[in-house]
């Protein structure tokens, strides 16, 4: 969803900057019965902006798609709701009626309803009027009451305007009846789709999917209730992580000091960084630098002055007025495609694969005791945990044995690897060869637990033993091949393998995922896996 506010950048910029002094109070009012809609995005793997204005238009770029997206599912309701509205307003129609009359209307140019240009000619109306309304983006202080008012609102002015249209003109291509099934169906339809955006958002960001984790510079008075509406409003898009404050010995959710910010960021997966102490200037140029070496966006709480804060976008979270002075370029529209082949490329590997691991199953089974589809806990973006499925390949116990093969590991770094690993099966050695084993992670990959391009998912285990720098191999999600897996595969070195995934992060265009996914068909093929 895209961010809504109230006036101009220059205009909200300009009053902050005359009102410094009572923007503090303003902060803290209550803010009991707001509502506040901004849809998470994607974490800090998105490719870095170079310049201030290509961000900027990076950044109205993606509002615009996500308002095309609104437009085209208002599209699709409406049209939807007219089919239906004819068939239960004429009961006798059918099909063969309709598919005629849009055969004389739009192949002869002889119109014998009519209905189907009434249809397009609303659809058009429809959409025109939301516009008008805003709906084409959510506004951060807009509820579900205002929202679905504006809904109704637009659906009536349209329908009363095609009305009008048809009695002005005389033509007598549409029944009333059909008229009103189409209006309380698409004022119903165009309401209930966005409220129920709103709560998927909400389980998503309660579930940690796409959530933002923030940290807040600053535990006095602006601090709390910043962290208060954060921790509330999960319709923000944000995961409160906890305070730093030099002037507090402890508090709650208080993290450390602000000395503490390069560890705890990475501890933390930190995305945006608010600074509740805008007055103590030297401290926050310093945390910015700070912030910007370690790729993390700054938002100030309220005002910045010194220049760091000409020309960068002015905005609002909850009740707050922030300025991005560390802002990055979220590419949405290479993720949405990312996520589109995620989908499309799992859905149609499960069906067209599920001969080959029914097959796969029985052999395991017939090979060794234990079960077919080994489930594992593996890390995955921002650290969050999730269930891994692979094709078994070693003995039914091998996790219990781990730890007293861990003197022969072969790899540097929290990585466990033998080349010859005792545990592994005879069925295994050949899975693994042609990377088979990994073929039930396709239902990972539809899940949205992992993605077909990225790092590896690694035990919980191995990521426990982590250093604070490893952790940024997890800034987004993991894959089944990757950078490494391509270029680097028999290379056994950690920090090899830290560097490519890092690259990739850093690097990041669907373009590439295509590239990688090309050079992993032939890696796999030539069974080159271990």
Known sequence: MSSGGTGTAAARAASAATAVGAVNAQAVRSLEGREATQEPSSGPYESRARARPQSATSHIKSGVWIQVAYAVIDLAFVMANGVAAYFLSHPAAGMSHVMDSAYKEVVTHQPLSGYGGFLIL???????????????????????????????????????????????????????????????????????????????????????????????????RVGQELARQLEEDKLLGYRFRGFLDSNSARGWKLLGTVEDLASVAKAEFVD???????????????????????????????????????????????????????WKAIPMFGLFCKRVLDVTVSSVTLIAAAPLLAALAIWIK????????????????????????????????????????????ERSGPVFKIEHDPRITRAGQWLRRHSLDELPQVWNVLKGDMSLVGPRPHPLDDYSRYSLDQLRRLEMRPGLTGLWQVTARQDPSFERNLALDLNYIENWSFLQDLKLIAQTVPAVWQGEGQ
């Open 272 to 326: 945006d960084i608010f600074i509740t102490i805008p007055s103590e200037r030297e401290l926050v140029k310093r945390i910015t630098l700070e912030a910007r070496s370690q790729g993390i966006n700054v938002k100030i709480v309220p005002d910045l002055l010194d220049g760091l804060a000409w020309n960068v976008p002015m905005g609002q979270v909850g009740d707050f007025p922030v300025m991005d002075v560390r």
């Open 122 to 220: 609303y659809a058009g109306l429809i959409l025109l009027f939301c516009q008008g309304q805003d709906l084409y983006r959510t506004p951060r202080k807009r509820t579900v009451t205002d929202e679905s008012a504006a809904v109704v609102k637009a659906v009536t002015f349209a329908t009363l305007l095609i009305v009008a249209f048809i009695y002005l003109t005389g033509v007598n291509i549409v029944g009333r009846e059909t008229v009103a099934i189409e209006f309380v169906a698409n004022a119903i339809a165009l309401s209930v789709w966005r409220y129920a955006k709103r709560r998927v958002v909400i389980h998503r960001v309660e579930q940690g999917i796409g959530a933002r984790n923030a940290l807040i510079i600053g535990a006095g």
């Open 366 to 409: 017939l090979d060794s005791p234990g079960v077919a589809i080994y489930k594992s806990r593996r890390v995955g973006r921002k650290g969050r945990a999730f269930d891994c499925y692979k094709l078994r390949t070693m003995v039914e116990n091998a996790d219990d044995l781990k730890d007293g093969l861990r003197h022969l590991n």
